[in-house]
Every structure is written in C-alpha cells, then in structure tokens.
Nanobody, 112 residues
Framework: QVQLVESGGGLVQPGGSLRLSCAAS????????MSWFRQAPGKGLEWVSG????????TYAASVKGRFTISRDNTKNTLYLQMNSLKPEDTAVYYC?????RGQGTQVTVSS
C-alpha cells in the first residue's frame, strides 16, 4: 500500500525559506518518478515540480523555477522540496505524489 507522508510546512514571512519532506513507503521508491503538487485556497491542484527516479532529471513550473529545488534520497525513501524566496502566492497545501497517489499534504503559509 502506497503511503506518502509530507512534513515541513509552516508559517513563513515573504522572502523566507522552507524545506518540505515526504516519507514514502509501500513501493520501490528508487524506481519511482515523483512530483510535488499544491492547492491554494479556492483553487485546483497545481503541479509544482517533478523528479526522475535517479534524481538526475528535474522539472519545474514556471511560477517556481529558480526558487524551488526538488531532490530525493533513495537511501532514505524521502522526497524533498527546498523552497526559497517564498511569496504570498506560494501559500497552499503541498502534496507529494506518485502516479495517482498523494499524501495528506502539508500547509505552507507565506505572510507577514
């Protein structure tokens, strides 16, 4: 059974940083491409970033490129999202995803 558990969210001021983590279990993590999505209040799911199974291929939405960095540690079955230069419009629940599976999400709020 696929399980994805996100953590690391919180309240941060504009310009600040956060690092999200996603602990994965129930599948062979090192073989799985992974992604981060987010959902802002009153809006639909938005793809944020993706990473190949080896971590060598990464892609980003235009809205976060240059500010966010996705990475993974296949020895720890963990996915990461380093978020820098955060903006109020980054406020959302962030989800780690594998195919159609996603975790419970972690809230990120960017506000002064």
């Amino acid at each position: 059974q696929v399980q994805l558990v996100e953590s690391g969210g919180g309240l941060v001021q504009p310009g600040g940083s956060l690092r999200l983590s996603c602990a994965a279990s129930g599948f062979t993590f090192r073989f799985a491409p992974m992604s981060w999505f987010r959902q802002a209040p009153g809006k639909g799911l938005e793809w944020v970033s993706g990473i190949g199974s080896l971590g060598s291929t990464t892609t980003y939405a235009a809205s976060v490129k240059g500010r966010f960095t996705i990475s993974r540690d296949n020895t720890k079955n963990t996915l990461y999202l380093q978020m820098n230069s955060l903006k109020p419009e980054d406020t959302a629940v962030y989800y780690c995803t594998k195919d159609s599976h996603r975790g419970q999400g972690t809230q990120v709020t960017v506000s002064s």
